[in-house]
């Protein structure tokens, strides 16, 4: 313990210090430009400081989570990757920029993202876990501070991720052509190309396990320059990300509303581009029979979605059934560049989804989550009491902190 101590002490003091200061959002244009004139040293320098204070945000937030979340041996081991990479970070504190130490760098980030890649798994199996000891003691305030943890330490971690391959991207060793690409964005990204990949890859799986698959019918709508096929400044795997799950949902659902044997007549998933002045929508429609509306917030919570995992074998047999978290870390990515992902449903008919881009890339700021006072408020923040006149006799059977709620009022 002896030796132990002081290094974990310092290790704390350093925490304190880096989570003082509040993450510097970049713009998608800021990204560009820097890109475009890449300096190795000047994102060295950035990163040096600016990864530690990312890390060291969420980081004080984890240390605020409920206990019984906490304590798991899932979060504890989440915890430990963001202790080891802090340190490794802060290791280049002082270096100077040599291209010994530049190489060094480079190593170091590919490390810890391998060492953050089961992060979104493994949180899961945290709340598994504590379902599993705490059951449905588990109350609603918790419920709730665990939606926003989730959220923001994803939030972060997307954040991260970028930074990260920007950096690799733009000076590791695999420093192949990539045609347009800059780091892993695409100035000209293609909307419509990516909506068809996304597609094609579902319509693959969905061939597989329904033997049919609804067609896809593409829509373009530019209200500004009439160019087509619409094109924007965006990272290309986020927008992916987030087709892919929605056409998965879409075509789950239309191909178990309809009838098996007339699968040649499966109404079509509608795909909408539109450009606007101040976003790009890219609007989802199908005709899966909707769910109520009163679910579709569920489809966007940790929790709810939080079954067993799929065994290995199950994963290849059910497989638009997907991790669950699905939704809610797409509507993350969307939200990532100041976008936004929402769902209408039409109970009976289907189910439209609307993705929002911002249209300029000067818009497109990150959007990160800060540590300070009114982040930590929420973690101690109590049964709000209600004061409209819903969820009374419906709740006669209800968990006891609804009970309790009841009676305060
Ligand atoms: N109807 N509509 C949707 C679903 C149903 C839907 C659905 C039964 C529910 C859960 C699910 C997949 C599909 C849709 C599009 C969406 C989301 C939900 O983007 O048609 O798996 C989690």
């Known amino acids: 313990m002896r030796v132990i101590l002081p290094r974990l002490r310092s290790v704390q003091t350093f925490l304190d210090f880096y989570s003082q200061?509040?993450?510097?959002?970049?713009?998608?244009?800021?990204?560009i430009d820097f890109g475009r004139n890449?300096?190795?040293?000047k994102s060295f320098i950035f990163l040096r400081k600016e990864l530690p204070v990312r890390l060291a945000n969420i980081m004080k937030e984890i240390a605020l989570l409920p206990e019984v979340l906490l304590t798991t041996?899932?979060?504890?081991?989440?915890?430990?990757?963001?202790?080891?990479?802090?340190?490794?970070i802060i290791q280049f504190e002082k270096s100077e920029p040599t291209p010994k130490i530049l190489q060094n760098f480079c190593n170091t980030l590919v490390m810890i993202r391998n060492r953050h890649s089961d992060v979104v798994q493994t949180m899961a199996q945290g709340v598994?876990?504590?379902?599993?000891t705490y059951g449905d003691s588990v109350e609603a305030t918790m419920e709730t501070s665990i939606q926003y943890f989730l959220d923001r330490l994803y939030m972060s971690r997307i954040s991260i991720r970028m930074l990260i391959n920007q950096h690799t991207m733009l000076f590791g060793q695999l420093n192949e052509d990539k045609g347009r690409h800059i780091g892993c964005l695409d100035p000209t990204c293609d909307i419509s190309a990516v909506v068809r990949d996304a597609y094609e890859n579902s319509r693959f799986l969905?061939?597989?396990y329904y033997l049919c698959s609804p067609e896809l019918k593409v829509t373009e709508h530019n209200e500004i320059d009439n160019l087509l096929p619409i094109n924007t400044c965006y990272v290309p795997s986020h927008l992916y990300h987030i087709l892919f799950e929605l056409f998965k949902n879409s075509m789950r659902a239309v191909v178990e509303h309809h009838d098996h044997d007339k699968s040649d007549q499966l109404p079509p998933v509608r795909v909408l581009i539109s450009r606007g002045h101040e976003d790009i929508c890219i609007k989802m429609s199908d005709e899966g029979g909707g769910i109520p509306r009163s679910s579709v917030d569920h489809l966007f919570k940790y929790?709810?979605?939080?079954?067993?995992?799929p065994s290995k074998s199950d994963y290849y047999t059910v497989p638009l059934a997907g991790y669950g978290y699905g939704l809610p870390i797409s509507r993350l990515y969307a939200r990532y560049l100041h976008g936004d992902l929402i769902l209408l449903s039409t109970e009976g008919f289907g189910t439209d989804a609307v993705i929002y881009l911002k249209a300029l890339s000067d818009e497109a700021n990150e959007l990160l989550p800060i540590f300070n006072k009114t982040s930590s408020k929420f973690y101690k923040a109590t049964i709000p009491t209600g004061?409209?006149?819903?969820?009374?006799?419906?709740?006669?059977?209800a968990p006891r902190v609804l009970r309790r709620r009841m009676q305060k009022q």
């Open 387 to 397: 004061d409209w006149s819903n969820q009374v006799l419906r709740h006669i059977n």
């Open 38 to 41: 890449a300096c190795e040293q």
């Open 128 to 132: 598994l876990e504590m379902k599993e």
């Open 21 to 31: 200061f509040n993450p510097s959002p970049l713009s998608i244009k800021q990204f």
């Open 206 to 208: 969905c061939d597989q």
């Open 303 to 309: 929790m709810y979605s939080t079954a067993p995992q």
């Open 73 to 88: 041996n899932s979060c504890s081991q989440v915890s430990q990757w963001y202790a080891k990479s802090f340190e490794d």
